[in-house]
């Protein structure tokens, strides 16, 4: 089959590579129909998450067609039309029990905090992903939903994770009718969080970036007020400025280790944006809701050497909520507002790009070029 590969940082290309088969009875073999680059594949690009390995094909956003299944699978069929979590989880254990999906303790031996993911590192279980033809989907049972015949697939590949994650969020803020919602970035993460923290009852919500295509879509996409941070001092004056000089009652961290700069300046926190390795997002959260505030994190963390602002967010008495999102718990919730218009995961697509042509639509993507806020991965019929 043809796949994306990893060979190196800023290296990645297509090529062709054994497709995967049935290795446990409850797999499925899915063929991909349509699949998305996410900001946190940037991090495997760059060479900033440890363990990504040569030959790792990325991809955790995808949909596709079920083209072989395991002899204990009972809830698919080949043919059927799919959309896939990005979380691998067994269904079963303490914690998917408890709809903790992404912290699944049966699928990842490497690490006692996340669950698996596809295609990411082999911190998270060296699972392939989907920017390729064809993918393993294990415990196919659990993990994979039916496509709505109602539902787009650019809806519903966006619902594998990033909308999810957005939505998640926004939960996490546990958002209280007229709240004060600051989100730090305007990715797609940040876009869908923002969307999201009105539907949760927001009075007022404020988006934080500093590049202004992606603040224009957030004030299209999701009506929110935006500021350029670049523009200013001190994002945190300019916030308590703006909020009667309390703060606001919600901050979200909708950037986490964005793959942007080079390893020093992620380990030393001492490239002063909204990158990460470096917790600057982070601190300035704590540091821009009021005192009893809540600031949620789904933006995706690596290791991180440089300070949190730890003991500010005891001494200001904040509730710190965070987590991998688990996807297919909010899809029955999703899918409703979705289907109702409510938001339109879409509207955010900036790129359609076939799979030959991934290396460059990864530097377009890191780059940010073009306008590019969401590059899709498209597969001949």
């Known amino acids: 089959m043809r796949a994306m590969v990893y060979r190196g ?40 998450m440890p363990d990504t390995r040569v030959g790792h094909t990325f991809g955790h956003e995808f949909i596709g067609v079920v083209e072989e299944v395991g002899p204990s699978v009972r809830n698919l069929s080949v043919g ?108 797609p993460v940040g876009l869908v969080a923002a969307q999201s923290s009105w539907l949760m009852g927001a009075g007022r919500v404020i988006v934080i970036d500093h590049l202004e295509y992606r603040l224009a879509k957030a004030r299209e996409m999701a009506h929110a007020e935006t500021y350029n941070f670049v523009e200013h001092d001190d994002v945190v004056v300019l916030l308590k400025r703006i909020t009667d000089h309390l703060g606001a009652d919600v901050a979200i961290d909708a950037v986490g280790a964005e793959a942007d700069g080079n390893l020093l300046q992620h380990v030393t926190a001492a490239k002063l944006k909204l990158q990460g390795g470096s917790p600057v997002a982070l601190n300035w959260a704590i540091d821009s809701v009021r005192k009893g505030g809540t600031v949620s994190v789904m933006g995706a963390y690596g290791p991180i050497f440089s300070a949190v602002k730890f003991g500010d967010a005891m001494n200001k008495g904040l509730t710190l ?61």
Not at 22 to 28: S, V
Not at 344 to 351: A, G
């Open 9 to 48: 940082p800023y290296r990645v290309r297509v090529e062709e590579k054994a497709p995967p088969r049935i290795e446990h009875p409850n797999d499925a073999i899915v063929r991909v129909q349509l699949a998305a680059i996410c900001g946190s594949d940037l991090h495997l690009y760059h060479g900033l």
């Open 80 to 187: 059927d039309r799919v959309m896939v979590p990005f979380n691998i989880f067994c269904g079963s254990c303490w914690y998917c029990a408890r709809g903790l999906y992404a912290n699944c303790h049966n699928v990842n031996a490497n690490a006692t905090a996340v669950g698996g993911i596809y295609g990411y590192s082999h911190t998270t279980g060296g699972y392939d992903g989907g920017q390729a033809e064809l993918v393993r989907v294990p415990f196919a049972d659990v993990g994979p939903s039916l496509i709505p015949e109602w539902m787009s697939d650019e809806d519903a590949v966006l619902l594998t994770d990033a909308v999810a994650t957005g939505y998640f969020g926004a939960q996490l803020g546990d958002i209280k009718e007229g709240d004060v919602v600051v989100v730090f970035g305007a990715g």
């Open 321 to 381: 909520n965070m987590n991998q999102a688990h996807v297919k718990r909010q899809w029955p919730r999703l899918f409703e507002h979705v289907r109702n218009g409510y938001i339109k995961p879409s509207d955010m697509v900036t790129h359609r790009v076939p799979l030959e042509h991934i290396a460059e639509a990864y530097h377009m993507f890191s780059s940010k070029l073009d306008g590019c806020i969401k590059p899709l991965v498209t597969f001949d019929a």
